[in-house]
C-alpha cells in the first residue's frame, strides 16, 4: 500500500482504477478501506480509499488531544497532496465521499477550503454540532474494553457491541452477525482504534451549519431511515444548509438492505 506522511504519522490509502475524475473516499469510526469500497464500486475514474490515523495500515496518534476532527480532516488532506503528487498520477482529487465519521471530517474539510471539491457524497451523517448523548452509544465504553483486551477479550461481547451499532432493522441477521465477529478480530488490539471509539463520538465537528454557507461543491447527502447512530434529521438539516444539496433516504440500509440502489445513486451522481 503506498503511504504518505500525515500530521501524526503515517497515512496508508490504496488506489483503484485510472484517468478522471478523481474521487478520494474516507470511512466511519472503526472503519477502514475495506468498508468504504462497496460505496465506491460503480464509480468511475481513478478511486482513492484512505485508512485515517489509527486506522488500517494508518499509525495512531502519540496522544488522545490529537483525535479531532480538525485533525482528522488534515490526514486527508495529506493523502490528496501525496496523490496529486504521485509519479505517473499527479491527478488531484476533485471529489469525495465520505462515512458517518469520515462524512463528518470532509464537511471539517469544507467549512476550511469551501471549494476544494466539485462534487462530495455525505453519507449517514450524524450529528455535526453537538456532542452526542444518545443513549445507543452507550455500547460504546463495552467496544472501547474489548477493543483494548483484543484476544484476551470477549470476542462475543465485542461483536455484540458492534450489531448493536447497526441499524435496528438489520441487527438480527446471520451477515451483519458474521461481519461483527470478524471485524472485531480485526479491530483487537487496536490502541489508535479504542482512542478514536472513546473520544470522537462526543466530539464536534462544526461550530454552527452556517460555516458551510460557502461551499461551491455539489453535495448529494444519504440517510437511511430507523437509524440511532445517523439520525435523518441530522441529515435533513445538513442539505438544508448546504447551498447546493440534494437528499437521498433509504427505507433499508444503503449497505446491508440496498447495496445496488447505493451503487447505481452514488455512481449516478458522482460519474456526471
Not at 6 to 26: K, S
Not at 197 to 221: F, H, K, Y
Request: aromatic fraction near 4%; charge should be negative.
Amino acid at each position: 500500500m503506498p503511504e504518505v506522511e500525515g500530521p501524526a504519522g503515517r497515512l496508508h490509502y490504496v488506489v483503484t482504477g485510472d484517468g478522471g475524475p478523481t474521487t478520494v473516499f474516507v470511512p466511519g469510526l472503526a472503519q477502514t478501506i475495506a468498508d468504504t469500497r462497496p460505496f465506491g464500486s460503480a464509480v468511475v475514474g481513478t478511486r482513492v480509499f484512505v485508512d485515517l490515523r489509527g486506522h488500517g495500515g494508518s499509525q495512531a496518534p502519540g496522544s488522545v488531544d490529537e483525535w479531532t476532527y480538525a485533525a482528522l480532516a488534515d490526514d486527508v488532506r495529506a493523502v490528496v497532496a501525496g496523490v496529486s503528487g504521485e509519479p505517473g498520477r499527479g491527478v488531484s482529487p476533485t471529489r469525495a465521499l465520505g462515512v458517518s465519521l469520515g462524512a463528518a471530517v470532509l464537511l471539517r474539510l469544507l467549512a476550511d477550503e469551501p471549494d476544494r471539491f466539485e462534487r462530495v457524497v455525505i453519507a449517514l451523517p450524524g450529528p455535526l454540532t453537538l456532542p452526542r448523548t444518545d443513549a445507543d452509544l452507550s455500547v460504546t465504553d463495552v467496544l472501547v474494553d474489548e477493543v483494548v483486551a483484543g484476544p484476551a477479550g470477549d470476542p462475543l461481547a465485542h461483536a455484540a457491541a458492534l450489531v448493536a451499532m447497526q441499524p435496528a432493522a438489520v441487527q438480527d441477521r446471520t451477515d451483519v452477525k458474521l461481519w461483527a465477529r470478524r471485524h472485531a478480530a480485526e479491530l483487537g488490539g487496536r490502541r489508535g482504534i479504542a482512542e478514536a471509539i472513546r473520544r470522537m463520538p462526543w466530539a464536534v465537528a462544526l461550530p454552527s451549519l452556517g460555516v458551510l454557507d460557502g461551499v461551491t461543491a455539489e453535495v448529494l447527502v444519504l440517510a437511511q431511515r430507523d437509524d440511532a447512530v445517523h439520525p435523518v434529521e441530522s441529515a435533513e438539516q445538513l442539505a438544508a444548509a448546504l447551498p447546493n444539496a440534494q437528499l437521498a433516504v433509504s427505507d433499508v440500509p444503503w449497505v446491508w438492505g440496498g447495496r445496488s440502489a447505493l451503487r447505481e445513486t452514488v455512481s449516478g451522481f458522482l460519474n456526471r
